[in-house]
């Protein structure tokens, strides 16, 4: 059976426009990798799925480099279950649809993981999938096991999924590919 990456819930999300993106830069300041900038752009902010040729869609999930760390227990795959996009100034309110507001979740996350990573989606049990966007981190994707977080904070707990969003999207699988 083939699987192909589809954003099939793109037209339930609101419109993000290019101002949308440049006011939620301004807001947060901070600069969005470009190619997560045209995923918001295209997509909406929606979550990525796989759709076969029989029109079945499966969720996605990816590897998981935990390089060592104690967080490795969570396991070296993650599904994503719901992704963030930009909701302030539209006639919305978040959550919707199953995605959340990336406004929102700066706030609500930030005591989570170091400064610069950006939360842009979450799995079944609100671990989240973080962008950075500052620094040697910028552009690359990394997961964080909110299972696992120490104390003082660190970056035990997050592990490497992707040098870029374009890559991430490419990494992505089906989840229990097995049938």
Same mark, same amino acid.
């Given at each position: 059976?083939?699987?192909? %990456? ?15 993106? %440049? /006011?939620? !830069? ?6 969005? #990798?470009?190619?997560?900038? /045209? ?13 076969? !040729?029989?029109?079945?869609?499966? /969720?996605? !999930? ?13 396991? &070296?795959?993650?599904?994503? !279950? ?18 959340? &507001?990336?406004? &929102? ?9 170091? #400064? ?14 973080? %962008? ?30 992707? &040098? ?5 999207? /490419? ?9």
């Amino acid at each position: 059976m083939s699987w192909k %990456l589809a954003f099939p819930f793109a037209h339930d999300y609101p419109v993000i426009t290019l101002a949308d993106i %440049l /006011a939620f !830069e301004g807001r947060n300041q901070l600069k969005l #990798p470009a190619d997560y900038a /045209a995923y918001l752009l295209a997509h909406r902010g929606s979550s990525p799925m796989f759709q076969n !040729e029989d029109g079945r869609f499966r /969720a996605v !999930e990816f590897d998981v480099d935990w390089e060592g760390k104690a967080a490795k227990s969570y396991g &070296d795959r993650c599904g994503l !279950e719901s992704t963030f996009s930009i909701f302030e100034g539209k006639d919305i309110e978040s959550p919707y649809k199953g995605g959340c &507001d990336l406004d &929102d979740n700066i706030v609500w996350n930030k005591h989570l993981h170091p #400064p610069g990573l950006l939360p842009i989606g979450m799995d079944a049990g609100n671990s989240l999938f973080l %962008l950075g966007v500052e620094g040697k981190l910028a552009g690359q994707v990394f997961f964080l096991s909110t299972f696992h977080i120490p104390s003082p904070m660190s970056d035990d707990h997050i592990g490497f999924i992707a &040098d870029s969003f374009t890559a991430f999207l /490419a990494a992505a699988r089906p989840m229990n590919r097995d049938d």
